[in-house]
C-alpha cells in the first residue's frame, strides 16, 4: 500500500501563485507521477505528468503557467502554479503507479477568487 499526502492548496487571488507538494510513502525513482483535478460537476482531468520515459506533458490550459517537478530522493512532487485563474478552483490530486496500481492522495483544495 502506497499513501500518497498533498499540501500546499489554498485560497489565492486570480493572478496569484501556489505551489503544491506531495509526499509518497514509498520510492517515486523513475515512477510516472502526475497531478490531476477536478472541479465542481466535472471530471477529473489531468494537469501536469512524469509519463513513462520521463516525457512531461501539460494540459493546455496550464501550459506555460505550471510546472511539475519532483525530488525523487525525498519522494516528492510539486507542482508550481503561476497566474491562475478562477477556473483552476478544483480539488487538486497526487497520483502514481506501483505494481500497476494507480495510487491517488486524498486532494488539496486550490480556490481562486477574488
Known amino acids: 500500500q502506497v499513501r500518497l499526502v498533498e499540501s500546499g492548496g489554498g485560497l489565492v487571488q486570480p493572478g496569484g501563485s501556489l505551489r503544491l507538494s506531495c509526499a509518497a510513502s514509498?520510492?517515486?525513482?523513475?515512477?510516472?507521477m502526475g497531478w490531476y483535478r477536478q472541479a465542481p460537476g466535472k471530471e477529473r482531468e489531468l494537469v501536469a505528468e512524469?509519463?513513462?520515459?520521463?516525457?512531461?506533458n501539460y494540459a493546455d490550459s496550464v501550459k506555460g503557467r505550471f510546472t511539475i517537478s519532483r525530488d525523487d530522493a525525498y519522494g516528492s512532487v510539486y507542482l508550481q502554479m503561476n497566474s491562475l485563474k478562477p477556473e483552476d478552483t478544483a480539488v487538486y490530486y497526487c497520483s502514481g503507479y506501483w505494481s500497476g496500481i494507480h495510487y491517488w492522495g486524498q486532494g488539496t483544495q486550490v480556490t481562486v477568487s477574488s
Open positions: 514509498a520510492s517515486i525513482f523513475n515512477r510516472a
Open positions: 512524469f509519463a513513462p520515459g520521463g516525457v512531461t
